[in-house]
């Protein structure tokens, strides 16, 4: 069978990462290369490509697979619309982060079945149904879509590890990979040493996705990964890739042992750093260069609210730790309803009195569909539009009207940019020369144009 996996852009109202990133789809991949051997396997990414009508007529697949993010929402649906007005034989299928938390928005009839959960063992088991006529009934963990309801088979239990997935097939991706970029950062590359988090945090939808369990791939399958991997900035795309401490010291090994040579981006609590200190400068020694840490308040009544489990001492730790490293820290603050602009100054002066934060998101409170935050507020929100769930729109009530909390958004991001060049040298010549900068800085300007109009984008439904 002709199967197209395609990479939906994010929506046109979305903010935030779409201005300064753009990364390969590698859960496309891996479905990709899980059925690659039996099917002839296409993979557009609409990031970059824009003529979905041509790629139909040109490759005219049987099965049309889309990832479905939750700015993706809209721009999914619409792909496979295109693709059932193309051939109303055409098989669709969409899976995900967002498909899988929140099914019915994807409830459409141009839709025909939603994955829910991992999805390479069901899109298998589709295909496969899909090539020889089968009811799909019996793959576990569908929802199908039936005269505009959901119709669900039963749930596929949570894999234990990742070694049922195979080795993610970037060929798929060839023609883009000298496009992906995140902000100063080009060639760059992604690769997942595990998935989910144990940790209770409320606001959270990836412990969701895993029903609060860590699922490992294998560190042998990590290290091949790596060896296979061109680009030499790699992000680990895990929700938590410092979970388990004991874990990531063999992994270090490992490298070590077969002499890989990478820079490295991960993510971790700030209290597995203050737990763990000798691993992370292990991990400095190796290439890790940057730490994304939640540390979400510059006070501890507001860290309560998210039930973090961590304290502001722990995240002055962790950063004073971190900088002995040499590791600088992406740290992440939420922005609450009810912030003024005292706030905004305390969290400004705070990344001032800490050099090594090196990168900073301003992330306004977003209720994720899905998480036991959201079934909270719900009732508060300002919009269900998905595209202005993208952690840069302010989608429940302020304090402040809400021009205001978009103009002090863009006047300390805009001196977050500043901040960054200067921490992290950006105004070299060996990067500002990169083929990608002018697209980060176009980006930007765009983002920070967006700002101004951005409050007339969320009204409260009638």
């Known amino acids: 069978m002709k199967i197209l996996l395609v990479n939906p852009a994010p929506g046109e109202l979305a903010m935030g990462l779409r201005d300064i990133a753009r990364v390969e789809p590698l859960g496309l991949e891996i479905i990709g290369a899980s059925v690659s051997d039996d099917h002839e396997v296409l993979l557009i990414d609409m990031q970059f490509d824009e003529n979905l009508h041509q790629v139909l007529r040109d490759f005219r697949p049987d099965i049309v697979g889309v990832t479905g993010g939750i700015v993706q929402t809209y721009t999914a649906r619409r792909i496979v619309e295109c693709a059932k007005a193309f051939d109303p034989s055409i098989h669709t299928v969409i899976g995900g982060h967002h498909a899988s938390l929140w099914p019915i928005d994807f409830c459409v009839p141009a839709v025909d079945v939603i994955v829910i959960g991992e999805g390479t063992g069901p899109f298998r088991e589709l295909v496969a149904a899909f090539e020889n006529g089968q009811s799909i009934d019996h793959v576990c963990g569908l929802a199908i879509v039936e005269q505009g309801e959901l119709r669900y088979t039963p749930p596929r239990p949570q894999p234990r590890s990742l070694e049922h997935q195979p080795l993610p097939d970037r060929s798929l991706t060839a023609k883009y990979r000298d496009r992906y970029f995140y902000m100063h950062e080009s060639p ?42 061109d680009e030499e900035f790699v992000i680990f795309c895990d929700d938590h890739s410092f979970l388990v401490p004991e874990r990531m010291s063999q992994l270090a090994d490992l490298i070590e042992e077969r002499g890989i040579k990478k820079r490295y981006f991960a993510y971790s609590r700030v209290d597995v750093v203050t737990a763990h200190p000798e691993l992370f400068q292990r991990w400095a020694d190796l290439g890790l260069e940057v730490v994304m840490a939640g540390l ?54 705070y990344i001032e009195a800490h050099p090594n934060i090196v990168m900073t998101e301003l992330t ?45 958004l863009k006047h300390y991001y805009s001196r977050i940019a500043w901040r960054t060049i200067r921490r992290m040298r950006l105004l070299r010549p060996k990067i500002i020369f990169q083929r990608h900068i002018p697209t980060l800085l176009g980006g930007l300007a765009r983002g920070m144009h967006r700002l101004d109009g951005a409050h007339t984008s969320v009204r409260r439904p009638n």
């Open 364 to 408: 306004p409170f977003t209720p994720l569909p899905g998480t036991p935050l959201y079934a909270e507020v719900r009732d508060d929100l300002l919009t269900e539009n998905r595209e202005l769930f993208d952690l840069f729109h302010f989608v429940v009530p302020t304090r402040l009207p809400q021009e205001e909390m978009y103009r002090l």
């Open 188 to 229: 760059v590359g992604l690769v997942q040493t595990s998935m989910g988090c144990t940790f209770p945090c409320t606001f959270c939808s990836c412990r969701v996705f895993t029903e609060r369990r860590f699922v490992p791939a294998s560190l042998e399958r990590i290290v091949d990964d790596l060896e296979r991997l």
């Open 296 to 349: 979400e308040a510059v006070e501890d009544a507001h860290l309560g609210t998210f039930n973090k489990r961590t304290e502001l001492s722990t995240n002055e730790e962790a950063l004073e730790l971190l900088a002995k490293c040499g590791v600088g820290v992406s740290a992440g603050f939420v922005i609450m309803p009810d912030f003024g602009v005292e706030d905004f100054e305390r969290i400004d002066a």
